[in-house]
């Protein structure tokens, strides 16, 4: 018994009995309604667009509905403030939306299932867009409930279950959907419009694990709103002082949109003040060696002779596999040594793996190699992605908690993806080598960066 009671002391036993917790498990189902989209309106559409014989280049251009994923801090403002009608007062704020977002998913999808892009590629466009706008909708209530359903020291354990659940949706949105097609299919050769229409239709009732799940949670809870409304009667009361023309309705109206769209950004800066520039800076480039170098590796996986299966079989397995287990020890070291010091030793990682693409492209066509590779680049992302998150939320101000990491989200990927449509004309000039060390390098600054981030976050 003695024994038994200092194993359960063990600040590593103690870290790890955070994914025990009810948050934690939650934060799973709802990760994996927040990955079951993503496929189906990118990769697993572009496929069965192509079997319809639709061309290329509109293929490219109706992969452009991504795009609500990056510009969702946009309409973020009116998940924080807005009330939906009788669903808010009886879920309340977080919950109403989370769960009006995955039902226009789960009926759009279903509506793609029955539209044949063969006759109806315009209708089809619009349920994609419409599924791919609800879905990043989805994920600012999700992003805004996961922070304020636990303390600053939990939200690494919760970023790492909702990454299992979102890894784990996107393999059933990519392979099980093309599975399911392939198993729907009743015509020997050719395209079957039933068979994508029964894929999609259990996709769609797929989205049912995040809506019970939502149905089944609490409510989160803050201590916000007695301040905000403090807030808002003051800024009624300025807005009637320099404009005493205005109706009782303008006066509103001002104050709501200004609550909502200018209070959220001028927050940040308010409480960082001049390190609201280093913090920035480090959300913007956290993530560029990772972005950069990805854009290329299937080109170079090609290059070096390796064949589609054998790169399927190694990133749906072992990269997957890595991904999970990165996942697991960055909530894991997170909450036993702080989220700081887990995002720098992400970021470090995240460099070194590059160097072994390096190392590879000098080995040829090895499959062992290209298994040490993929796993260790995987299992550092899985660690950088979850410390990454866990800072993002510990940044956001729960007041303005979906805007602000909305905000956050989408600068994140800005100057990698812009960089990283560059790095075909850099492999061509320098080679496939000095690139991937050339992308290590990058990651340096941002060494520099989490330390003095992390003086900054100590100091405050």
Same mark, same amino acid.
């Given at each position: 018994?003695?024994?038994?009671? *200092?194993?359960?002391?063990?600040?590593?036993?103690?870290?790890?009995?955070?994914?025990?917790?009810?948050?934690?498990?939650?934060?799973?189902?709802?990760?994996? $309604?927040?990955?079951?989209?993503?496929?189906?309106?990118?990769?697993?559409? &572009?496929?069965?667009?192509?079997?319809?014989?639709?061309?290329?280049?509109?293929?490219?251009?109706?992969?452009?509905?991504?795009?609500?994923?990056?510009? *969702?801090?946009?309409?973020?403002?009116?998940?924080?403030?807005?009330?939906?009608?009788?669903?808010?007062?009886?879920?309340?704020?977080?919950?109403?939306?989370?769960?009006?977002?995955?039902?226009?998913?789960? !009926?759009? #999808?279903?509506?793609?299932?029955?539209?044949?892009?063969?006759?109806?590629?315009?209708?089809?466009?619009?349920?994609?867009?419409?599924?791919?706008?609800?879905?990043?909708?989805?994920?600012?209530?999700?992003?805004?409930?996961?922070?304020?359903?636990?303390?600053?020291?939990?939200?690494?354990?919760?970023?790492?279950?909702?990454?299992?659940?979102?890894?784990?949706?996107?393999?059933?949105?990519?392979?099980?959907?093309?599975?399911?097609?392939?198993?729907?299919?009743?015509?020997?050769?050719?395209?079957?419009?039933?068979?994508?229409?029964?894929?999609? !239709?259990?996709?769609?009732?797929?989205?049912?694990?995040?809506?019970?799940?939502?149905?089944? &949670?609490?409510?989160?809870?803050?201590?916000?709103?007695?301040?905000?409304?403090?807030?808002?009667?003051?800024?009624?009361?300025? !807005?009637?002082?320099?404009?005493?023309?205005?109706?009782?309705?303008?006066?509103?109206?001002?104050?709501?949109?200004?609550?909502?769209?200018?209070?959220?950004?001028?927050?940040?800066?308010?409480?960082?003040?001049?390190?609201?520039?280093?913090? /920035?800076?480090?959300?913007?480039?956290?993530?560029?060696?990772?972005?950069?170098?990805?854009?290329?590796?299937?080109?170079?996986?090609?290059?070096?002779?390796?064949? *589609?299966?054998?790169?399927?079989?190694?990133?749906?397995?072992?990269?997957?596999?890595?991904?999970?287990?990165?996942?697991?020890?960055?909530? /894991?070291? $997170?909450?036993?040594?702080?989220?700081? *010091?887990?995002?720098?030793?992400?970021?470090?990682?995240?460099?070194?793996?590059?160097? #072994?693409?390096?190392?590879?492209?000098?080995?040829?066509?090895?499959?062992?190699?290209?298994?040490?590779?993929?796993?260790?680049?995987?299992?550092?992302?899985?660690?950088?992605?979850?410390?990454?998150?866990?800072?993002?939320? !510990? /940044?956001?101000?729960?007041?303005?908690?979906?805007?602000?990491?909305?905000?956050?989200?989408?600068?994140?990927?800005?100057?990698?993806?812009? #960089?990283?449509?560059?790095?075909?004309?850099?492999?061509?000039?320098?080679?496939?080598?000095?690139?991937?060390?050339?992308?290590?390098?990058?990651?340096?600054?941002?060494?520099?960066?989490?330390?003095?981030?992390?003086?900054?976050?100590?100091?405050?």
């Amino acid at each position: 018994m003695f024994l038994l009671s *200092k194993a359960s002391q063990h600040p590593w036993l103690a870290a790890l009995r955070v994914y025990t917790k009810a948050p934690a498990l939650r934060m799973f189902f709802l990760g994996f $309604s927040s990955g079951l989209p993503l496929l189906l309106v990118l990769g697993t559409l &572009s496929f069965w667009l192509r079997e319809a014989g639709i061309e290329l280049s509109t293929i490219g251009m109706v992969t452009w509905v991504g795009l609500a994923y990056g510009f *969702k801090w946009l309409w973020a403002p009116l998940v924080d403030k807005l009330r939906i009608p009788f669903l808010t007062t009886l879920m309340g704020r977080r919950r109403s939306w989370l769960l009006f977002s995955q039902c226009v998913v789960l !009926c759009s #999808l279903l509506a793609m299932g029955f539209t044949d892009p063969q006759k109806n590629l315009s209708l089809m466009i619009g349920f994609t867009a419409l599924t791919a706008f609800a879905s990043a909708t989805q994920d600012i209530a999700l992003d805004a409930y996961r922070i304020e359903s636990a303390d600053i020291s939990e939200q690494a354990a919760l970023a790492a279950t909702y990454q299992t659940g979102y890894r784990l949706a996107m393999i059933w949105a990519g392979a099980g959907a093309l599975a399911l097609a392939a198993f729907f299919t009743t015509v020997e050769s050719g395209y079957d419009p039933q068979a994508w229409k029964a894929a999609y !239709c259990v996709m769609a009732l797929s989205m049912a694990v995040g809506v019970v799940t939502v149905v089944l &949670s609490p409510e989160p809870t803050n201590n916000v709103r007695e301040t905000t409304s403090e807030q808002t009667v003051k800024h009624r009361l300025e !807005c009637r002082q320099k404009h005493p023309h205005w109706s009782e309705r303008m006066v509103n109206l001002y104050v709501w949109f200004y609550e909502a769209a200018c209070m959220p950004f001028m927050d940040f800066f308010i409480r960082f003040r001049w390190h609201a520039v280093i913090v /920035l800076c480090l959300i913007a480039t956290y993530r560029i060696s990772d972005v950069v170098m990805g854009v290329m590796a299937n080109p170079f996986y090609q290059d070096l002779g390796f064949t *589609k299966e054998e790169v399927a079989a190694v990133s749906k397995v072992f990269g997957v596999v890595m991904t999970l287990a990165g996942a697991f020890l960055g909530g /894991l070291i $997170s909450a036993r040594v702080g989220v700081m *010091k887990t995002l720098f030793l992400g970021g470090l990682l995240s460099a070194l793996t590059n160097l #072994l693409f390096s190392w590879l492209a000098t080995q040829g066509h090895h499959l062992p190699y290209l298994v040490l590779t993929v796993s260790a680049d995987n299992l550092a992302a899985g660690i950088a992605s979850v410390a990454f998150l866990a800072y993002l939320s !510990c /940044l956001t101000n729960v007041a303005y908690t979906a805007t602000q990491y909305a905000l956050f989200s989408s600068i994140m990927l800005l100057l990698p993806k812009f #960089l990283a449509g560059f790095s075909g004309f850099v492999v061509e000039s320098v080679g496939y080598n000095l690139f991937f060390i050339g992308t290590a390098v990058i990651g340096i600054p941002v060494l520099i960066l989490v330390v003095w981030a992390g003086r900054i976050n100590n100091k405050r």
